[in-house]
């Protein structure tokens, strides 16, 4: 075979999900993909490296000193949405339902793999509540073991400041039937019925 | 959202089979790597992209003048392969079972889409078969209307030379099931059934 290609298939397969033959697949897309979509590739990506950091205050992704939320003063900094990582904060934006500032905790709480509140940026987070006169902390976090642990960590840290804690909520997603729900899930939903 | 890094997802959507959910999380992955891991694919992506040309006698990929296969002089030179792609070929080797040489077409005839002799390189194979002594072309193209088309073009054209042309077998996959086999497939297997 061709050493630079087999080289670039072998770099290609570190990316998540890619086994050899999707590899394949994408070598050959950049080898027949115009010269000029190539060096915008190779020139993002050292963009990416090189400039990319986390937000003073909020921790999420930026190239600058804040992020593009936390900049724009026509967001209520009074409401503050808790979310593990810069994923999960982009499928909220995406939402377009939220209007407050986040805060990313780039982990959440694992006591059996060692990860605890100085492992990720919960200190900060108390902290901001205290001094930005946070009204409202929504926690948008994964409803895993981990998730509801931060959540508990959290709520207890804040019960001494006057900020209502939230959670988003679990139940049928959206276009989901009942039929494929898991028995937790429909309990969750039970559980939490709303008036209509 | 962050600039450089809605612009790496855009570059990485463009790449086959990839949508919005699958290039956000190459671009993340991009993000947290290693930076030497990126500095290596940065690296790879240019090289292929500047080094990588057509083997000046069969037409596969290299970085050189010849291609290794045609470089290896313990290849039969007398048995010639003729594939679609450059990853046909790949898949040809891997198979472990031919150590003949290769000839690359880069294209099947298609009449329909404008595409006949001149577009592939037709006329090189045939020039190859009368100068190079060749004593069996075998055919390794896709069973498609486009393949069988070339393929009967190419037996037409190496009449008038003693060249055995043949053609890869077409039957049931090993392991692969009678039960889910399409028609078409079964009775070409049923035709060349072999005695056993």
Same mark, same amino acid.
């Given at each position: 075979?061709?050493?630079?290609?087999?080289?670039?298939?072998?770099?290609?397969k570190?990316?998540?999900?890619?086994?050899?033959?999707?590899?394949?697949?994408?070598?050959?897309?950049?080898?027949?993909?115009n010269?000029?979509?190539?060096?915008e590739?190779?020139?993002?990506?050292?963009?990416?490296?090189?400039? =990319?950091?986390?937000?003073?205050?909020?921790?999420h992704?930026?190239?600058?000193?804040l992020?593009?939320?936390c900049?724009?003063?026509?967001?209520?900094?009074?409401?503050l949405?808790?979310?593990?990582?810069?994923?999960?904060?982009?499928?909220?934006?995406?939402?377009?339902?939220?209007n407050?500032?986040?805060?990313?905790l780039?982990?959440?709480?694992?006591?059996?793999?060692?990860?605890?509140?100085?492992?990720?940026?919960?200190?900060?987070?108390?902290?901001?509540?205290?001094?930005?006169?946070?009204?409202?902390?929504?926690?948008?976090?994964?409803?895993?073991?981990?998730?509801?642990?931060?959540?508990?960590?959290?709520r207890?840290?804040?019960?001494?400041?006057?900020?209502?804690?939230?959670?988003?909520?679990?139940g049928?997603?959206?276009g989901?039937?009942l039929?494929?729900?898991?028995?937790?899930? =429909?309990?969750?939903?039970?559980?939490?019925?709303?008036?209509?």
């Amino acid at each position: 075979m061709i050493s630079p290609l087999d080289k670039l298939i072998k770099s290609l397969k570190k990316f998540p999900g890619v086994g050899e033959k999707t590899a394949t697949r994408y070598a050959f897309f950049i080898l027949n993909a115009n010269q000029s979509d190539i060096d915008e590739l190779v020139r993002t990506i050292e963009i990416v490296k090189r400039n =990319l950091r986390l937000c003073s205050r909020c921790f999420h992704l930026t190239d600058d000193d804040l992020c593009n939320v936390c900049r724009n003063d026509r967001r209520e900094g009074s409401r503050l949405c808790v979310v593990e990582t810069p994923l999960d904060l982009l499928a909220v934006e995406k939402s377009g339902q939220f209007n407050g500032v986040y805060h990313v905790l780039h982990g959440l709480m694992s006591p059996l793999d060692g990860i605890g509140a100085e492992e990720i940026r919960l200190n900060e987070l108390i902290d901001r509540v205290r001094k930005e006169n946070v009204q409202e902390v929504i926690l948008a976090l994964n409803p895993t073991v981990e998730g509801e642990a931060t959540a508990s960590f959290i709520r207890d840290q804040l019960k001494q400041t006057k900020a209502i804690v939230s959670r988003i909520a679990y139940g049928i997603p959206v276009g989901g039937s009942l039929e494929f729900s898991d028995p937790l899930t =429909l309990s969750r939903a039970l559980e939490h019925r709303t008036k209509i």
